[in-house]
């Protein structure tokens, strides 16, 4: 990154609310990886790491891996040479106890989240977006009834297989998913918005439109970062 700051970003939103594309996006153009918390579980696992091998008893028994086990498997993460720069955190902290273990386990660091992204989509939008989605079983390919339907109704423009609906773009199950995120994950952004790092872009325009908003963001307040630096 050069001459910029370091940026440790957390990007916050709805599910269906586009932020892991965005995510994706701001580590290409700034060079600092993308993480998700499903990524560690998995290389951790792999790897048959110490850290891993707590994780899978967990997920073996059917249980939910315990936030302090997460966040120690996100720190070591994060302790790697390619976080030097910075971060995108993408489907973490989800609650307010993962927002404060993320904090503490930072400060002891010296260091702190610099901007959590809010990608705001009202709920209807995203009911819409979703459940308009279609796959195809066969080769993987997918539509959207009004976005991007295929060339014949039902029928994929690969490979001819009759595309299905999701179980989990159903109109219900995401009507229900954005309930528990309403109570279990909203709550963050009048957390971070406290902490002062909070930024809220518009998610119901383009992805290109959206991305030049966080552009926009990350910018600025990196153009006052440096000049702040170079005056010390």
């Known amino acids: ?36 918390t499903g990524d560690i579980f998995r290389a951790n696992i792999k790897n048959q790491t110490p850290l891993g091998k707590k994780a899978k008893e967990y997920m073996d028994a059917g249980n939910l891996v315990p936030d302090e086990l997460t966040c120690d498997l996100l720190m070591d993460r994060i ?3 390619d976080c030097e720069d910075g971060f995108v955190l993408d489907g973490f902290p989800r609650t307010i106890p993962q927002a404060r273990a993320l904090g503490k386990a930072l400060t002891a660091r010296g ?14 939008n995203i009911i819409r977006r979703m459940s308009g989605r279609r796959v195809c079983p066969s080769c993987g390919a997918t539509y959207h009834l009004v976005a991007l339907p ?4 039902g029928v994929c423009d690969a490979c001819g297989s009759e595309l299905i609906q999701r179980a989990d773009d159903s109109e219900a199950t995401v009507a229900n998913r954005l309930q528990v995120y309403h109570e279990q994950t909203q709550p963050l952004i009048d957390y971070y918005e406290r902490e002062g790092v909070l930024k809220t872009v518009d998610g119901t325009q383009p992805m ?21 630096s170079r005056c010390d």
Do not use: R, W
């Open 1 to 36: 990154m050069g001459e910029f700051a370091q940026m440790k970003i957390i990007m916050l939103g709805a599910p269906g609310a586009g932020k892991g594309t965005q995510a994706k996006q701001i580590a290409s153009a700034y060079g600092i990886p993308h993480i998700s």
């Open 79 to 81: 302790g790697q040479d």
């Open 111 to 124: 260091e702190s989240i610099d901007f959590a992204i809010n990608v705001e989509v009202p709920d209807e």
């Open 150 to 153: 295929p060339e014949k109704e």
């Open 208 to 228: 290109d439109v959206v991305f030049a908003q966080i552009k926009a963001i990350l910018g600025n307040e990196l153009e006052v970062s440096n000049v702040e």
